[in-house]
């Protein structure tokens, strides 16, 4: 074949690969849904991005659920750094839901894909004994997890509020990360992404602590802080009994025994988190409690 009849052929195959060449680009992400669901948090607004090609029947529950105002009064219950920020149950409002509301809600079979969970990806809660016990609860990942890939559904994303979720961040948790206040969200709402002006979006802000009460302040106490606080009741109430041993004997063994509880109070604080991780620890510990209630039992009463 000549020269002169191959380079019209060969114009013609790189027309098409260069035709073909956005679609390729394009390939690896998604179409989004024309609508967007802002969720108006007490530390701003989250909005998400959905997957409907990728995962159908997840997305129109939640979009349903949203428009009924189920995700009204939820809240975002666990929060792991570095791994998901979890909302809660449809179910778990702080307004029951209606029976009609109620009836909205059904069980979804796994909608697995070739997605990756990175930052900022929606995925479905469910039992871990069972791929097909979705219904309304869904993390928002902070960082690669390449384990939850095929495992669970991803449905879409967080398209804008990502440091609102970083806000949550910010508030003390409990051992198993649930924060000290409510993170609520106050509303759900559905919007176009023609309708969604940035203007009209509230912008992070701290989560205001004040409404915690005391009881929940202490849970959310940094641990070395609640050590620090330990170790000087114990020094105040050694001070007390070295007062006392003088003008008042008989007080003295219950202040100390009072500080031998503190201070197995304190190796608990100090070790359980440890013991979730070593059941020797745990029994070590509960051993430990048991001694101590039994030196208790022998100062109930003075002796005769």
Same mark, same amino acid.
């Given at each position: 074949?000549?020269?002169?009849?191959?380079?019209?052929?060969?114009?013609? &195959?790189?027309?098409?690969?260069?035709? &073909?060449?956005?679609?390729?680009?394009?390939?690896?992400?998604?179409?989004?849904?024309?609508?967007?669901?802002?969720? =108006?948090?007490?530390?701003?607004?989250?909005?998400?991005?959905?997957?409907?090609?990728? *995962?159908?029947?997840?997305?129109?529950?939640?979009?349903?659920?949203?428009?009924?105002?189920?995700? $009204?009064?939820?809240? /975002?219950?666990?929060?792991?750094?570095?791994?998901?920020?979890?909302?809660?149950?449809?179910? $778990?409002?702080?307004?029951?839901?209606?029976?009609?509301?109620? !009836?909205?809600?059904?069980?979804?079979?796994?909608?697995?894909?070739?997605?990756?969970?990175?930052? !900022?990806?929606?995925?479905?809660?469910?039992?871990?004994? $069972?791929?097909?016990?979705?219904?309304?609860?869904?993390?928002?990942?902070?960082?690669?997890?390449?384990?939850?890939?095929?495992?669970?559904?991803? /449905?879409?994303?967080?398209?804008?509020?990502?440091?609102?979720?970083?806000?949550?961040?910010?508030?003390?948790?409990?051992?198993?990360?649930?924060?000290?206040?409510?993170?609520?969200?106050?509303?759900?709402?559905?919007?176009?992404?023609?309708?969604?002006?940035?203007?009209?979006? *509230?912008?992070?802000?701290?989560?205001?602590?004040?409404?915690? !009460?005391?009881?929940?302040?202490?849970?959310?106490?940094?641990?070395?802080?609640?050590?620090?606080?330990?170790?000087?009741?114990?020094?105040?109430?050694?001070?007390?009994?070295?007062?006392?041993?003088?003008?008042?004997?008989?007080?003295?063994?219950? &202040?100390? &025994?009072?500080?031998?509880?503190?201070?197995? /109070?304190?190796?608990?604080?100090?070790?359980?988190?440890?013991? =979730?991780?070593?059941?020797?620890?745990?029994?070590?510990?509960?051993?430990?409690?048991?001694?101590?209630?039994?030196?208790?039992?022998?100062?109930?009463?003075?002796?005769?």
């Amino acid at each position: 074949m000549s020269a002169t009849r191959s380079r019209p052929r060969a114009c013609w &195959l790189a027309a098409i690969v260069l035709s &073909l060449a956005p679609a390729a680009a394009g390939a690896g992400q998604p179409r989004l849904a024309d609508e967007r669901i802002i969720l =108006h948090t007490i530390a701003g607004d989250i909005v998400l991005a959905l997957y409907p090609d990728v *995962a159908p029947r997840h997305v129109e529950q939640i979009l349903k659920l949203s428009r009924a105002g189920l995700y $009204d009064t939820t809240h /975002f219950f666990s929060l792991v750094p570095g791994f998901y920020s979890q909302l809660s149950g449809a179910t $778990d409002r702080s307004s029951p839901p209606s029976p009609d509301q109620r !009836g909205l809600v059904h069980r979804l079979k796994a909608e697995f894909s070739g997605l990756h969970h990175q930052r !900022g990806t929606l995925s479905m809660a469910r039992d871990d004994r $069972d791929p097909d016990s979705a219904e309304t609860s869904f993390s928002i990942i902070l960082a690669d997890w390449p384990e939850g890939d095929r495992r669970y559904t991803i /449905f879409g994303e967080v398209e804008s509020g990502m440091e609102v979720v970083d806000e949550f961040l910010k508030v003390p948790r409990d051992a198993e990360g649930r924060p000290v206040i409510r993170l609520s969200v106050l509303k759900a709402e559905v919007i176009r992404k023609a309708g969604l002006a940035a203007g009209r979006l *509230a912008p992070a802000q701290p989560v205001d602590l004040s409404q915690a !009460g005391p009881s929940m302040a202490l849970v959310g106490l940094p641990q070395s802080e609640a050590v620090a606080c330990g170790i000087l009741l114990m020094v105040l109430i050694g001070v007390g009994a070295f007062v006392c041993a003088t003008r008042y004997p008989a007080a003295v063994v219950p &202040l100390n &025994l009072m500080n031998v509880l503190i201070g197995i /109070f304190l190796l608990m604080i100090i070790a359980t988190p440890i013991a =979730h991780q070593h059941p020797a620890l745990a029994v070590a510990l509960f051993g430990a409690l048991l001694g101590t209630l039994k030196l208790m039992s022998r100062f109930e009463s003075p002796a005769s």
